[in-house]
């Protein structure tokens, strides 16, 4: 007599998405901007949200496991600066629900544009963006001293 196979469950994290900082602590954005020269603090980025024209979380439980944001006029473009996943969540598609919850704020107005390393630029294509040339200016100690946005 044989006993049945047994069968593996591979328990994947609940992600859920929401629009609001509210009841989360720095703690919970700890751990992002991996490879960055100076990577932003979890209270870095909880100010970069919370300075941001609209912003999106993807959250397993209480811990913020990817977020994107957006600066924007509500007139004529938005920029996305940030769209970070961390890596253990990585390839779950997660990132793109988090582009295609922010770019759908902006679907009315003319542009949306965004900034990403080369070898970034094929994952974004699909989701509608184009390659256009550009120019950056980039202040690395500005990193250490980021100022809260009620002091802008």
């Known amino acids: ?21 509210e009841g989360l ?14 990577p932003l603090s979890g209270a870095q980025l909880l100010q970069v949200l919370e300075c941001s024209h609209s912003y999106w979380l993807a959250m397993d439980g209480d811990v913020a496991v990817g977020f994107v944001n957006a600066l924007s006029d509500g007139v004529l473009s938005a920029f996305i600066p940030l ?10 598609g997660i990132g793109k629900e988090l582009m295609a919850k922010i770019v759908a704020n902006y679907n009315d107005l003319y542009m949306i544009d ?7 630029a094929n994952y974004y294509g699909p989701m509608g963006f ?10 690395f100690t500005a990193l250490e001293n980021v100022a809260s946005c009620n002091n802008l």
């Open 83 to 92: 769209l970070e996943v961390r890596p253990e969540y990585q390839g779950q």
């Open 130 to 139: 184009i390659k256009v040339t550009g120019m950056a200016k980039r202040n």
């Open 25 to 38: 602590k720095p703690a919970a954005f700890e751990g992002f901007c991996v490879g960055w020269k100076t």
């Open 114 to 120: 965004l900034l990403c390393d080369e070898s970034l």
């Open 1 to 21: 007599m044989h006993s049945p196979p047994h069968l593996l469950r591979i328990l994947l994290p609940m992600i859920t998405y929401q629009n609001s900082l």
